[in-house]
Protein backbone atom coordinates (compact mmCIF):
# COMPACT_ATOMS: atom_id res chain seq x y z
CA UNK A 1 0.00 0.00 0.00
CA UNK A 2 1.04 3.45 -0.93
CA UNK A 3 2.33 5.68 2.24
CA UNK A 4 0.64 9.19 2.45
CA UNK A 5 1.77 11.57 5.50
CA UNK A 6 -0.90 13.91 6.73
CA UNK A 7 0.27 16.69 8.50
CA UNK A 8 -2.90 18.25 9.95
CA UNK A 9 -3.80 21.62 11.24
CA UNK A 10 -7.35 22.47 12.85
CA UNK A 11 -10.66 21.95 11.93
CA UNK A 12 -12.50 18.87 10.53
CA UNK A 13 -11.07 18.75 6.78
CA UNK A 14 -8.20 16.98 7.77
CA UNK A 15 -10.50 13.63 8.85
CA UNK A 16 -12.48 13.98 5.62
CA UNK A 17 -9.09 14.06 3.83
CA UNK A 18 -7.64 10.87 6.07
CA UNK A 19 -11.57 8.68 5.61
CA UNK A 20 -11.02 9.79 1.62
CA UNK A 21 -7.11 8.25 1.72
CA UNK A 22 -8.35 4.76 3.69
CA UNK A 23 -10.90 4.73 0.97
CA UNK A 24 -8.67 4.79 -1.40
CA UNK A 25 -6.27 2.15 -0.23
CA UNK A 26 -3.24 4.31 1.34
CA UNK A 27 -1.41 4.22 4.16
CA UNK A 28 -2.03 7.18 6.38
CA UNK A 29 0.09 9.16 8.52
CA UNK A 30 -0.97 11.62 10.62
CA UNK A 31 1.00 14.12 12.60
CA UNK A 32 -1.39 16.64 14.62
CA UNK A 33 0.34 19.98 14.56
CA UNK A 34 -1.97 21.55 17.48
CA UNK A 35 -3.49 20.22 20.56
CA UNK A 36 -6.64 21.90 18.60
CA UNK A 37 -6.78 19.17 15.88
CA UNK A 38 -9.67 16.76 15.67
CA UNK A 39 -8.70 13.46 17.86
CA UNK A 40 -10.77 11.25 15.74
CA UNK A 41 -8.15 11.59 13.03
CA UNK A 42 -6.74 8.72 15.19
CA UNK A 43 -9.49 6.27 13.54
CA UNK A 44 -8.49 6.83 9.88
CA UNK A 45 -4.68 6.55 10.76
CA UNK A 46 -2.15 4.01 10.40
CA UNK A 47 -0.34 5.86 13.20
CA UNK A 48 -0.91 8.86 14.60
CA UNK A 49 1.71 11.78 16.33
CA UNK A 50 1.39 14.97 18.01
CA UNK A 51 4.56 16.86 17.03
CA UNK A 52 4.04 20.42 16.91
CA UNK A 53 4.00 22.91 14.15
CA UNK A 54 7.25 24.69 14.96
CA UNK A 55 8.86 20.94 15.87
CA UNK A 56 9.80 20.58 11.58
CA UNK A 57 13.37 18.39 12.05
CA UNK A 58 11.12 15.93 14.18
CA UNK A 59 8.68 16.37 11.99
CA UNK A 60 10.95 14.95 8.65
CA UNK A 61 12.54 12.51 11.06
CA UNK A 62 8.82 10.65 11.36
CA UNK A 63 8.26 10.77 7.55
CA UNK A 64 11.48 9.51 6.62
CA UNK A 65 10.83 6.49 9.43
CA UNK A 66 7.66 5.79 8.14
CA UNK A 67 8.95 6.03 4.19
CA UNK A 68 6.14 7.90 3.23
CA UNK A 69 5.69 9.03 -0.72
CA UNK A 70 3.68 11.43 -0.26
CA UNK A 71 2.32 14.26 1.80
CA UNK A 72 -0.45 17.15 1.72
CA UNK A 73 -0.49 19.26 4.60
CA UNK A 74 -4.35 20.16 5.31
CA UNK A 75 -6.05 21.98 8.63
CA UNK A 76 -5.98 25.11 9.91
CA UNK A 77 -2.90 26.49 10.98
CA UNK A 78 -3.12 30.43 10.97
CA UNK A 79 0.05 32.07 10.51
CA UNK A 80 -0.48 34.84 13.83
CA UNK A 81 1.63 31.79 15.24
CA UNK A 82 4.98 33.35 14.14
CA UNK A 83 4.08 36.12 16.38
CA UNK A 84 2.98 34.40 19.53
CA UNK A 85 6.34 33.15 20.60
CA UNK A 86 4.94 30.11 22.85
CA UNK A 87 6.64 27.54 21.62
CA UNK A 88 10.43 27.60 21.00
CA UNK A 89 11.20 26.67 17.71
CA UNK A 90 13.92 23.67 16.66
CA UNK A 91 16.77 24.22 14.58
CA UNK A 92 15.46 23.30 11.61
CA UNK A 93 12.09 25.71 11.94
CA UNK A 94 14.70 28.33 12.73
CA UNK A 95 16.44 27.67 9.47
CA UNK A 96 13.58 28.19 7.23
CA UNK A 97 12.27 31.34 9.33
CA UNK A 98 15.89 33.18 8.71
CA UNK A 99 15.94 31.91 4.91
CA UNK A 100 12.68 33.85 4.52
CA UNK A 101 12.59 36.96 1.71
CA UNK A 102 9.42 37.54 3.82
CA UNK A 103 6.70 36.23 5.86
CA UNK A 104 3.56 36.19 3.63
CA UNK A 105 1.63 33.36 3.27
CA UNK A 106 3.17 32.07 0.17
CA UNK A 107 6.88 32.64 0.97
CA UNK A 108 5.90 30.67 4.34
CA UNK A 109 4.54 27.28 2.53
CA UNK A 110 6.74 27.23 -0.49
CA UNK A 111 9.36 26.99 2.24
CA UNK A 112 7.87 24.79 3.82
CA UNK A 113 6.98 22.25 0.91
CA UNK A 114 10.96 22.80 -0.52
CA UNK A 115 12.43 21.51 2.55
CA UNK A 116 10.06 18.80 3.24
CA UNK A 117 10.46 17.17 -0.48
CA UNK A 118 14.73 17.84 -0.19
CA UNK A 119 14.81 16.16 3.35
CA UNK A 120 12.23 13.15 2.84
CA UNK A 121 12.12 12.44 -0.59
CA UNK A 122 8.56 12.48 -0.44
CA UNK A 123 5.75 14.60 -2.67
CA UNK A 124 3.76 16.96 -1.62
CA UNK A 125 0.63 16.77 -3.26
CA UNK A 126 -2.13 18.83 -4.45
CA UNK A 127 -4.61 19.25 -1.05
CA UNK A 128 -7.54 18.79 -2.78
CA UNK A 129 -6.34 15.24 -4.89
CA UNK A 130 -8.52 13.22 -2.14
CA UNK A 131 -11.41 15.34 -1.39
CA UNK A 132 -12.54 17.14 -4.34
CA UNK A 133 -16.08 16.54 -4.19
CA UNK A 134 -16.11 18.93 -1.17
CA UNK A 135 -15.75 21.87 -3.46
CA UNK A 136 -19.32 22.64 -5.13
CA UNK A 137 -20.33 23.55 -8.48
CA UNK A 138 -21.88 27.01 -9.14
CA UNK A 139 -25.67 27.63 -7.55
CA UNK A 140 -27.22 28.33 -4.36
CA UNK A 141 -26.92 25.79 -2.34
CA UNK A 142 -29.15 27.18 1.06
CA UNK A 143 -33.08 27.38 0.67
CA UNK A 144 -32.73 31.22 0.86
CA UNK A 145 -31.76 32.88 -2.32
CA UNK A 146 -29.82 35.79 -1.99
CA UNK A 147 -31.15 39.23 -2.01
CA UNK A 148 -30.98 41.11 -5.29
CA UNK A 149 -28.63 43.73 -2.55
CA UNK A 150 -27.25 40.59 -1.25
CA UNK A 151 -25.88 39.57 -4.20
CA UNK A 152 -24.99 43.07 -5.36
CA UNK A 153 -22.49 42.57 -2.74
CA UNK A 154 -21.30 38.80 -3.28
CA UNK A 155 -20.43 40.35 -6.64
CA UNK A 156 -18.22 42.84 -5.07
CA UNK A 157 -16.91 40.88 -2.22
CA UNK A 158 -15.68 38.58 -4.62
CA UNK A 159 -13.73 40.47 -6.42
CA UNK A 160 -12.47 42.26 -3.37
CA UNK A 161 -11.62 38.57 -2.24
CA UNK A 162 -9.32 38.10 -5.73
CA UNK A 163 -7.37 41.48 -5.47
CA UNK A 164 -6.28 40.66 -1.36
CA UNK A 165 -5.54 37.75 -3.09
CA UNK A 166 -3.53 38.18 -5.74
CA UNK A 167 -1.06 40.35 -3.47
CA UNK A 168 -0.83 37.00 -0.70
CA UNK A 169 -2.67 38.84 2.02
CA UNK A 170 -5.77 36.76 2.79
CA UNK A 171 -8.65 35.04 1.04
CA UNK A 172 -11.73 36.57 2.74
CA UNK A 173 -13.44 40.28 2.70
CA UNK A 174 -16.74 41.09 4.61
CA UNK A 175 -19.01 43.68 2.84
CA UNK A 176 -21.94 45.47 3.26
CA UNK A 177 -23.93 48.14 1.17
CA UNK A 178 -20.64 47.93 -1.41
CA UNK A 179 -18.29 48.50 1.33
CA UNK A 180 -15.38 46.92 2.53
CA UNK A 181 -16.11 46.26 6.40
CA UNK A 182 -12.87 43.98 6.85
CA UNK A 183 -10.23 42.23 4.96
CA UNK A 184 -8.59 39.29 6.38
CA UNK A 185 -4.59 39.03 7.21
CA UNK A 186 -2.85 37.14 9.77
CA UNK A 187 -5.83 36.87 11.97
CA UNK A 188 -7.81 34.41 9.80
CA UNK A 189 -11.02 34.14 8.46
CA UNK A 190 -13.01 33.66 11.09
CA UNK A 191 -11.51 36.65 13.38
CA UNK A 192 -11.95 38.68 10.43
CA UNK A 193 -15.71 37.64 10.08
CA UNK A 194 -16.11 39.14 13.31
CA UNK A 195 -14.11 42.11 13.02
CA UNK A 196 -16.45 42.82 9.95
CA UNK A 197 -19.84 41.68 11.08
CA UNK A 198 -19.25 44.01 13.85
CA UNK A 199 -18.51 47.24 12.03
CA UNK A 200 -21.72 46.00 9.92
CA UNK A 201 -23.80 45.52 12.83
CA UNK A 202 -25.63 42.92 10.81
CA UNK A 203 -26.58 41.92 7.38
CA UNK A 204 -22.81 41.56 6.37
CA UNK A 205 -22.01 39.45 3.35
CA UNK A 206 -18.73 37.34 3.35
CA UNK A 207 -16.59 36.25 0.31
CA UNK A 208 -13.99 33.44 0.53
CA UNK A 209 -12.13 32.52 -2.93
CA UNK A 210 -9.19 31.37 -3.81
CA UNK A 211 -6.00 33.46 -5.01
CA UNK A 212 -5.52 33.80 -8.92
CA UNK A 213 -2.23 32.60 -8.38
CA UNK A 214 -3.13 29.78 -5.64
CA UNK A 215 -0.87 26.53 -5.29
CA UNK A 216 -3.26 23.62 -4.47
CA UNK A 217 -0.75 22.14 -2.04
CA UNK A 218 -1.09 24.30 0.50
CA UNK A 219 -4.07 26.53 1.87
CA UNK A 220 -6.72 26.04 -0.36
CA UNK A 221 -10.15 27.85 0.73
CA UNK A 222 -11.98 26.04 2.74
CA UNK A 223 -15.10 26.75 4.75
CA UNK A 224 -16.83 24.98 7.46
CA UNK A 225 -19.66 25.02 10.98
CA UNK A 226 -16.96 27.28 12.84
CA UNK A 227 -18.03 29.90 9.82
CA UNK A 228 -21.24 29.63 9.64
CA UNK A 229 -21.52 30.03 13.48
CA UNK A 230 -19.35 32.91 13.70
CA UNK A 231 -21.05 34.09 11.03
CA UNK A 232 -24.51 34.01 12.99
CA UNK A 233 -22.55 34.91 16.23
CA UNK A 234 -22.30 38.67 14.26
CA UNK A 235 -25.92 38.36 12.33
CA UNK A 236 -24.10 37.86 8.99
CA UNK A 237 -26.81 36.80 6.31
CA UNK A 238 -24.68 35.98 3.03
CA UNK A 239 -21.72 33.73 2.23
CA UNK A 240 -20.00 33.50 -1.39
CA UNK A 241 -17.46 30.88 -2.16
CA UNK A 242 -15.68 30.31 -5.06
CA UNK A 243 -17.30 27.55 -7.17
CA UNK A 244 -14.89 24.75 -7.79
CA UNK A 245 -12.46 25.85 -5.95
CA UNK A 246 -13.44 26.56 -2.22
CA UNK A 247 -13.85 23.41 -0.03
CA UNK A 248 -17.09 22.94 1.84
CA UNK A 249 -16.60 21.05 4.78
CA UNK A 250 -19.37 19.11 6.62
CA UNK A 251 -22.15 20.30 3.97
CA UNK A 252 -24.91 19.00 5.57
CA UNK A 253 -24.31 20.43 9.04
CA UNK A 254 -23.30 23.77 7.16
CA UNK A 255 -26.22 23.97 5.08
CA UNK A 256 -29.09 23.06 7.89
CA UNK A 257 -27.66 25.74 10.09
CA UNK A 258 -27.73 28.18 7.35
CA UNK A 259 -30.97 27.72 6.68
CA UNK A 260 -32.09 27.71 10.67
CA UNK A 261 -30.19 31.24 10.95
CA UNK A 262 -31.67 32.71 7.27
CA UNK A 263 -28.36 32.81 5.68
CA UNK A 264 -27.57 32.43 2.08
CA UNK A 265 -24.59 30.68 0.68
CA UNK A 266 -23.58 30.71 -3.03
CA UNK A 267 -21.37 29.35 -4.94
CA UNK A 268 -20.21 31.88 -7.60
Do not use: W
Not at 198 to 225: I, N, W
Request: charged letters at 30%; glycine letters at 8%; hydrophobic letters at 45%.
Amino acid sequence: MEKIGLLAGIGFLPVECAKAARAQGYEVYVVALLPETEKCLQEYATDYQEIGVFKVGKILKYLREKEVTQVTMIGKVTKELLYAHKTMPDFKTMQILMSLKNRKDDTVMEALVEVLEKNTGAKVVDQTALIRSLMPAAGTLTRREPTAEEKKDMEFGFKMAKEIGRMDVGQTVVVKDLAVMALEAIEGTDACIRRGGQLARGGAVVAKVAKPQQDKRFDVPAVGLTTIKTMVEVGAKALVIEAGETLLVEREKVLQLADEHDITIVAM
